[in-house]
């Protein structure tokens, strides 16, 4: 079973990667706001939970053909630190209680679809499961960049437990 989630997990944030990468670039004109930006309009303000805007803090790279990620010194600072981030589940697992997830901070259109890149994106890990809610959720944990996962994670959270759900703003 952790086979096939991982294996789920790479299927769909390797693309997110790809994407990520060839629309880093900022954008003029009438285009869509980043995840970061929407995440302010969708989630509830938290003072208290790691912001969207932060984790966006990242640039793709290319180092000998392969694409790498550049993060700020503020990201950098919050490796293996304890945080709370609030986001959207993502399950990755066919399971009744959730252990295992991405946290997103765009809702998802479908319950196993990445609804962003991969800057947008934390992958969970609960002590104990939870079960699925569409509202946002926040939980909290050690926090760990991942500069070379061959998934395309750049965030994961271990050791995790839930600490509220969060009714979306309007």
């Known amino acids: 079973m952790k086979q096939l989630a991982t294996r789920l997990l790479a299927l769909l944030l390797v693309p997110a990667a790809v994407a990520w990468a060839f629309t880093s670039e900022p954008q003029s004109g009438n285009s869509l706001p980043s995840a970061g930006d929407y995440s302010a309009i969708v989630l509830p303000e938290r003072s208290d939970t790691l912001s969207w805007k932060t984790l966006g803090q990242v640039e793709p790279s290319n180092a000998n053909g392969k694409l790498i990620p550049i993060f700020s010194k503020e990201i950098l600072a919050l490796d293996k630190k304890d945080v709370k981030v609030i986001g959207f589940m993502v399950p990755i697992e066919?399971?009744?209680?959730?252990?295992h997830f991405v946290l997103s901070a765009v809702p998802p259109s479908c319950p196993f679809c990445m609804p962003a890149g991969p800057e947008s994106m934390v992958e969970v890990?609960?002590?104990t499961g939870i079960d699925y809610d569409m509202n946002p959720i926040v939980v909290s944990g050690k926090f760990s960049v991942r500069n070379d996962d061959p998934r395309g994670v750049l965030y994961s959270l271990s050791e995790g437990v839930p600490v509220t759900v969060a009714p979306a703003k309007p």
């Open 125 to 127: 890990r609960l002590k």
């Open 94 to 99: 066919p399971d009744a209680k959730h252990k």
